[in-house]
């Protein structure tokens, strides 16, 4: 199993850095709706109540279907990635809350079906966006997020007491986070100056980084909470050894939007 973990890492990280690089950000928009929205559609919808195939179908093409317009009309990027701001804060009340809201969701299995298309449609659309400006820019957020889970999960290892959501991952501690703050702040940093951010917003920029970090942190949480309901350990089977594609990407659903957002109110002020 750990062998074909490693190989199947490899491999995903080879072909998402030679898209992310190489893609014209047309293709990448495209590739990155397949994956992202497509396959994540499917998984969400089972994880929401779509056992039968024939169901999750349904629910795959109708969040398929919302995304028409982000493709042809290509509204302005603010408005559609603000709404990601009500659904996150709304999945942090959730988890706050939980085990309290545990069973909420299975009676409510159409409403957290259609919520996918506010999750994984902003997400996509702020990918899409990122690469338009710049492929750095892409590529900064999902190591940012990486090497936090990567100082997450060794700090915890070594120093971890304190739990951070013991019904949902029990994995997880405090004194992980604290870590992966602060590793934060040192790829920030470094990334500033790789993305040529001016010396006077670095500070705001390293800020921006962890709340984004915090946030992937609430996404992960919120897939685990998600599973947790449905009864299952992964969101898919479609990795192997990894499971699904929601099993990779759920810290980017919460951390994309955040992190658009914030650089695009950070260029706006540099280019004012």
């Known amino acids: ?83 990601s701001i009500p659904v996150w804060l709304a999945a942090l009340v959730a988890l706050l809350i939980y085990p309290h809201n545990a069973g909420f969701y299975r009676k409510h299995a159409l409403a957290m079906r259609l919520s996918g298309i506010l999750v994984l449609l902003p997400a996509w659309y702020a990918l899409m966006q990122l690469h338009m400006m710049h492929y750095s820019y892409v590529i900064y957020l999902i190591t940012l997020i990486a090497l936090a889970d990567t100082a997450a999960y060794f700090t915890g290892r070594s120093f971890g007491k304190h739990k951070l959501a013991p019904d949902l991952s029990p994995g997880k501690t405090r004194e992980g986070l604290s870590g992966a703050v602060v590793v934060t702040a040192v790829w920030a940093s470094l990334g500033s100056f790789w993305l040529d951010v001016p010396v006077g917003q670095g500070a705001i920029f390293m800020v921006l980084s962890m709340f984004v970090v915090l946030m992937s942190v609430a996404g992960d949480l919120f897939e685990s909470l998600l599973k947790r309901e449905a009864g299952v350990k992964d969101s898919g089977q479609i990795l192997p050894g990894h499971g699904g594609i929601l099993d990779r990407i759920d810290s980017m659903l919460a951390a994309a939007p955040l992190f658009t957002l914030g650089l695009l109110w950070l260029l706006k002020g540099q280019a004012g």
């Open 1 to 83: 199993m750990l062998k074909q973990r490693i190989i199947t890492g490899l491999v995903l990280i080879v072909l998402v850095f030679a898209g992310i690089r190489f893609l014209p950000s047309e293709l990448f928009g495209l590739f990155s709706l397949v994956f992202v929205v497509g396959l994540g559609a499917w998984e969400w919808a089972g994880l929401t109540g779509c056992y039968l195939p024939e169901k999750r179908m349904m629910g795959t093409m109708m969040i398929l279907l919302a995304s028409i317009p982000l493709v042809f009309i290509k509204p302005e990027p603010v408005w559609v990635l603000a709404v």
